[in-house]
C-alpha cells in the first residue's frame, strides 16, 4: 500500500520570504500523480499543484513549485514571495494512475505566515 | 456552478442514533468520493463512484456505513448506530470524466459530526 509521511507538523515563514514544505511517499508503481492540497482554516480544500510521475520538469503555478525526486520519491513544494492568505493545512497526497482513485494524504503541514 | 456542496455542514448526535449526510457534486462531474478528517490527520477515502457504480470501498467503511448515488448525481452517506469514534469531518469531492481536470478533485466543505 502506498503511504505518505509529512514530517514537518507546523511551519513558519515571514511574509515576502519563501518556505519548503516536504513530503516523502511509498510506492512500488512507476506511474502516478502527486498532489499539495491547501486547507485554509474552515475553509474548504483546494488543488495547490499537481505533478505526473512520468514528467521529469517540476510543476510550477505562479509563487507555487515542487522539488519532484522520483529515485528519492520525494515532493517537496516551495512557496515563493509568501502572503497571509497562504496560511493554512498544506496536505500531500498521492494517486496511482491505473484504475485505484483514491488519494493517499499525509498528515499535513500547519504553515503560519509572520506579518 | 459553485462547485461542491454539503449539507449538513455540522451535525451533532447522540451514540446510537443514524445519520445521513448529502453530497451534491459539481454539475457534469460523474466520479464522486467520500473521505474522513479526524481532527490533526489528513483525509482518509472511504468509498468512490463512478455515475451511480460505487467501485471500491474502504476497510474503513463498516456495516455501519452505507453510501449511495442513485443516478449518477447526488450522494448520500448515512452512519447508522453512530459511536463516538464517528466523529471527524466527512469530506466529498468529485471530479470530471475528462478534460484538463481529469485528474483533480474537487471538494466540498465537509460535514462536521459530532457524536455525543
Known amino acids: 500500500a502506498q503511504t505518505v509521511t509529512q514530517s514537518q507538523p507546523e511551519m513558519s515563514v515571514q511574509e515576502a520570504e519563501t518556505v519548503t514544505l516536504s513530503c516523502t511517499y511509498d510506492?512500488?508503481?512507476?506511474?502516478?500523480?502527486l498532489f499539495w492540497y491547501k486547507q485554509p482554516p474552515s475553509r474548504q480544500m483546494i488543488l495547490v499543484i499537481r505533478?505526473?510521475?512520468?514528467?521529469?520538469q517540476n510543476a510550477t503555478e505562479n509563487r507555487f513549485s515542487v522539488n519532484f525526486q522520483k529515485a528519492a520519491k520525494s515532493f517537496s513544494l516551495k512557496i515563493s514571495d509568501s502572503q497571509l492568505g497562504d496560511a493554512a493545512m498544506y496536505f500531500c497526497?498521492?494517486?496511482?494512475?491505473?484504475?485505484?482513485?483514491?488519494?493517499?494524504f499525509g498528515t499535513g503541514t500547519r504553515l503560519t505566515i509572520i506579518p | 456552478d459553485t462547485g461542491v456542496s454539503q449539507d449538513p455542514r455540522h451535525k451533532i448526535t447522540k451514540r446510537g442514533q443514524n445519520v445521513t449526510f448529502r453530497c451534491d457534486p459539481i454539475?457534469?462531474?460523474?466520479?464522486l468520493y467520500w473521505y474522513r478528517q479526524t481532527l490533526g490527520q489528513g483525509p482518509e477515502f472511504l468509498t468512490y463512484?463512478?455515475?451511480?457504480?460505487?467501485?471500491?470501498k474502504s476497510r474503513l467503511l463498516s456495516d455501519r456505513f452505507s453510501a449511495e448515488r442513485p443516478k449518477g448525481s447526488f450522494s448520500t452517506l448515512e452512519i447508522q448506530r453512530t459511536e463516538q469514534g464517528d466523529s471527524a469531518m466527512y469530506l466529498c469531492?468529485?471530479?470530471?470524466?475528462?478534460?484538463?481536470?481529469?485528474?483533480?478533485?474537487?471538494f466540498g466543505p465537509g460535514t462536521r459530526l459530532t457524536v455525543l
Open positions: 469531492a468529485s471530479s470530471p470524466p475528462s478534460g484538463s481536470s481529469y485528474n483533480e478533485q474537487f
Open positions: 510506492t512500488s508503481e512507476s506511474d502516478y500523480y
Open positions: 505533478q505526473e510521475a512520468y514528467k521529469q
Open positions: 497526497a498521492y494517486r496511482t494512475s491505473f484504475g485505484n482513485e483514491k488519494l493517499t
Open positions: 454539475s457534469e462531474h460523474n466520479r
Open positions: 463512484f463512478q455515475n451511480e457504480a460505487q467501485l471500491e
